[in-house]
T-cell receptor, first 114, second 114 residues
Framework: DTAVSQTPKYLVTQMGNDKSIKCEQN?????MYWYKQDSKKFLKIMFS???????INETVPNRFSPKSPDKAHLNLHINSLELGDSAVYFC?????????????FGPGTRLTVL | AQSVTQLGSHVSVSEGALVLLRCNYS??????LFWYVQYPNQGLQLLLK??????LVKGINGFEAEFKKSETSFHLTKPSAHMSDAAEYFC????????????FGTGTKLQVIP
């Protein structure tokens, strides 16, 4: 199936650990994103890459580091996890065709920091 | 800067009744507008979008929205609610140039009462 996929779907870890979330899209899109959805369902963009180049970098702690090995993948690495990092993280992708930027979302990764 | 305001964090309707979810936007350039739906424990799915052209936009599952520039609104409607419409709905705005950053509203949870 063509889609945006994320792994893992659930991630439970202790404070202070380092973890990664992976995202892959096979839609042929050139732009990928990471969003954080908090407990109140508020969605906020964190990063965006276009053709492996960082184009959006919101005010996010530098413990969060995105990595895009190619335009079909955008991984998110988080160092020294804190309780406040608990959230659902969504990956998305889009094709900047004619500037229409319709974003397609992955299923989310629910991160719980204990 | 762009922003979206969704009026009503919770909306309840009876099955078969009209669904109306309100969204007002603020944008300094012509906006692109989106409605996404999120079912429990799932990612976001695009319902419909407005870019240019016809101001009444039809989406999936019988939903439609009308772009009203004079009112800066993009309300989502469906003539007859179905139990399967129960979900969280997000309005979003993107500017129409460059590498767009999509800004989401805080979401409206739709409850359908049998």
């Amino acid at each position: 199936d063509t889609a945006v996929s994320q792994t893992p779907k659930y991630l439970v870890t202790q404070m202070g650990n380092d973890k990664s979330i992976k995202c892959e899209q096979n839609l042929g899109h050139d732009t990928m994103y990471w969003y954080k959805q908090d407990s109140k369902k508020f969605l906020k963009i964190m990063f965006s890459y276009n053709n492996k180049e960082l184009i959006i970098n919101e005010t996010v702690p530098n413990r969060f580091s995105p990595k895009s090995p190619d335009k079909a993948h955008l991984n998110l690495h988080i160092n020294s996890l804190e309780l406040g990092d608990s959230a659902v993280y969504f990956c998305a992708s889009s094709l900047l065709e004619g500037g229409k930027d319709t974003q397609y979302f992955g299923p989310g990764t629910r991160l719980t920091v204990l | 800067a762009q922003s979206v305001t969704q009026l009503g964090s919770h909306v309840s309707v009876s099955e078969g009744a009209l669904v109306l979810l309100r969204c007002n936007y603020s944008s300094s350039v012509p906006p692109y507008l989106f409605w996404y739906v999120q079912y429990p424990n799932q990612g976001l799915q695009l319902l419909l979008k407005y870019t240019t052209g016809a101001t009444l936009v039809k989406g999936i599952n019988g939903f439609e929205a009308e772009f009203k520039k004079s009112e800066t609104s993009f309300h989502l409607t469906k003539p007859s609610a179905h139990m399967s419409d129960a979900a969280e709905y997000f309005c979003a705005v993107s500017d129409s140039g460059g590498y767009q950053k999509v800004t989401f509203g805080t979401g409206t949870k739709l409850q359908v009462i049998p």
